[in-house]
């Protein structure tokens, strides 16, 4: 959850850009995860669209996140070719899981054994 300090002598953008690029690189937010929409983080922080918008194209043009058209912004894959196709296969798998409503230690639990197999 993201939340701004209205009386820090830092920005309201640059509090935005810092919580979410923390959050990615901690793993909170992985890669393929789907953000709020400029209007919706605007709103619910209680600063404008604009503020947000402007954390968004910072991060965007540090490769930390992707915005794709009408779909919306995602967070990217980091690290080199190989970690993050690996990123983004885990969050494929993330998604099926869902999809299927199977729990998460049931996921863990084959996904561990499927790797044992190899």
Do not use: C, H
């Not at 990217?76 to 969050?91: E, F, I, M, N």
């Amino acid at each position: 959850m993201l939340s701004i300090d209205q009386r820090s002598a830092v920005p309201p953008f640059e509090q935005v850009r810092v919580q979410l690029r923390d959050q990615i690189a901690s793993g909170e937010l992985a890669a393929g995860a789907k953000l709020s929409t400029v209007r919706r983080l605007a709103e619910d922080l209680g600063i404008a669209p604009n503020t947000v918008a402007r954390a968004y194209r910072e991060l965007e043009a540090d490769g930390i996140i992707e915005t794709r058209g009408r779909n919306g912004t995602f967070v990217s894959a980091q690290g080199d070719v190989t970690s993050r196709q690996a990123q983004l296969a885990a969050r494929s798998f993330a998604d099926r899981i869902r999809q299927l409503g199977v729990s998460t230690e049931d996921a863990l639990a084959w996904a561990k054994a499927a790797l044992r197999d190899q």
